[in-house]
């Protein structure tokens, strides 16, 4: 029966693209004004939200489950308004976009951010030019 589990807990961490899969639900809960959403749990989907969470996006996030795990991310409202105003998605399962810390962009006239995939993580636009690293440009988010 564990090996039953384990397998399918593999296979439900890599269906899809887990980032997008993530974002998108954070992005439906702000819009439809619910406090909470909940989500399978992987290392790469927590990195993400610790990065939201840093930068005030999301209020917090808790891992539930043993073998199977979900997370359940609190959202935030500052003056009853969500904290997400919009995100554009970059890098898809079909085309992933690359860049380099040179072309990265200010978003929004740095109201946004930029969250890029790097070797060293997840970080901001701003993180990967102090570092000098380039990576996976996932999404934009303001």
Known sequence: ?????????????????S?????????NGYMSG??????????YK?????????????????????VIKNMTVELLY????PAITGIKIVSTPGKRMYVSYKKLKPIVNNYGF????TSKGIMT???????????????NIW
Request: glycine share 4%.
């Open 125 to 139: 636009n701003q993180e990967a030019r102090k570092a000098k690293l380039g990576g996976e440009l996932l999404f």
């Open 19 to 27: 980032i997008i899969d993530i974002i998108i639900r954070i992005q």
């Open 78 to 81: 500052p003056d009853n308004s």
């Open 46 to 66: 927590e990195d993400v939200l610790k990065k939201l969470k840093q930068l005030s996006y999301i209020k917090d996030y808790i891992v539930e489950g043993e």
């Open 1 to 17: 029966m564990e090996k039953l589990q384990k397998k399918l807990l593999k296979k439900l961490n890599h269906m899809g693209n």
């Open 34 to 43: 619910k406090p909470s959403i909940t989500s399978p749990h992987s290392i």
């Open 114 to 117: 930029s969250i890029l995939s």
